[in-house]
């Protein structure tokens, strides 16, 4: 959709916890939701994908979830490690032209040691 | 299978000139997007090429282009060049270009306008 709310900026969190971030989309026609990671000095990096067609999609500490109906999807990682520490992106494909992307406002983690 | 590259990695320049910035995408990507991210407005779309035809543009000034070669490989450029204009400049490939087609981003070229 059109705008992606992100939430929270900012996460902090001790290592070996759970960490959340959620996003919320404006157009209930979008079907793909990536997520990225950013490290400092490099791109955004993808680390998990979702189609609307399918409701939690995991892979090893990392899962995403999707609620069509709240028009709602997250990023949930699992015992948290420092080198998890990033700012991280969620992305919904735009409706007011085609091949865009917009993306959330971003979420700093950082993994307390 | 190498990543999309992107060069320079910086540039600093002087208000009013120009500069030109070049992405080779993931080998068998032919739609090739741009992004400005800034701490401000975070991520925003400039252009999205594939097959060397420009399909999308975002909303940014007219001092903003791009292309596309025969081989996938882009250049943007941007001219008179404002202080506004400090950024990092993302390049993303990916296999279509459409809305499902995953885009793979290069780790930018860091402009500095002084």
């Known amino acids: 959709g059109e705008n992606v709310e992100q939430h929270p900026s900012t996460l902090s969190v001790q290592e070996g916890d759970s960490a959340v971030i959620k996003c919320t989309y404006s157009?209930?026609?979008?079907?793909?939701f990536p997520w990225y990671k950013q490290e400092l000095g490099k791109g955004p990096q993808l680390i998990i994908d979702?189609?609307?067609?399918?409701g939690e999609k995991k892979d090893q500490r990392i899962a995403v979830t999707l609620n069509k109906t709240a028009k709602h999807f997250s990023l949930h990682i699992t015992e948290t490690q420092p080198e998890d520490s990033a700012v991280y992106f969620c992305?919904?494909?735009?409706?007011?032209?085609?091949?865009?992307?917009?993306f959330g406002t971003g979420t700093r983690l950082k993994v307390l040691a | 299978k190498a990543g999309v590259t992107q060069t320079p990695r910086y540039l600093i320049k002087t208000r009013g000139q120009q500069v030109t910035l070049s992405c080779s995408p993931i080998?068998?990507?032919?739609?090739v997007s741009w992004y400005q991210q800034t701490p401000g407005q975070g991520l925003q779309f400039l252009f999205e090429?594939?097959?060397?035809?420009?399909?999308n543009k975002g909303n940014f000034p007219g001092r903003f282009s791009g292309r596309q070669f025969s081989n996938s490989r882009s250049e943007m450029n941007v001219s008179t060049l404002e202080l506004g204009d400090s950024a990092l400049y993302l390049c993303?490939?990916?296999?279509?270009?459409?809305?499902?087609?995953?885009?793979?981003f290069g780790n930018g070229t860091r402009l500095t306008v002084t």
């Open positions: 993303a490939s990916s296999v279509t270009g459409g809305n499902n087609s995953p885009l793979h």
């Open positions: 157009d209930s026609a979008s079907n793909y």
């Open positions: 979702i189609r609307s067609n399918v």
């Open positions: 992305a919904a494909p735009s409706t007011s032209g085609t091949y865009k992307y917009i």
């Open positions: 080998s068998g990507h032919r739609s």
């Open positions: 090429y594939f097959s060397e035809t420009q399909r």
